[in-house]
């Protein structure tokens, strides 16, 4: 997305301070602020909703099931903020709790299964 200088129209790239055309002091905290702060939690809410989607499969193996389910409940918790991404973060999260508690009895039945072989 290209900026231009609103004092002498000069192109300002991302992470630019000072503008190479006039060395006006560029403000980062005003417009620009919430445009950050929705495209985060966009991001959260794909995260999370990917994360939902491969709980799916990594529930089988506890070891993978734990971190991808309980990453998967904080990133859609945060993308719940979303305004476009809501449905996403929705999705991710309940797959994410399912697939926690999915996560969870298949470990308990594991430890059952050890404790009954031995
Ligand atoms: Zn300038």
Do not use: H, R
């Not at 000072?18 to 980062?28: E, M, P, R, Y």
């Not at 999370?48 to 990133?75: K, M, N, Q």
């Not at 859609?76 to 809501?86: D, I, P």
């Not at 996403?88 to 009954?116: D, M, P, R, Y």
Request: glycine share 10%; proline share 2%.
């Amino acid at each position: 997305m290209a900026k231009f200088c609103a004092d002498c129209g000069a192109e300002i790239k991302d992470g630019q301070d000072v503008c190479l055309g006039c060395g006006k002091v560029l403000n980062k905290t005003t417009a620009n602020s919430n445009i950050v702060d929705i495209s985060k939690e966009d991001k959260a809410a794909n995260t999370g909703f990917i994360l939902g989607l491969v709980s799916l499969i990594a529930w089988l193996i506890p070891l993978f099931g734990y971190p991808v389910t309980i990453c998967g409940i904080v990133y859609s918790s945060k993308g719940l903020k979303s305004t476009s991404k809501k449905t996403k973060a929705i999705i991710g999260l309940v797959f994410s709790i399912i697939f926690l508690i999915f996560t969870l009895s298949n470990s308990i039945l594991g430890v059952i299964e050890a404790l009954n072989a031995a």
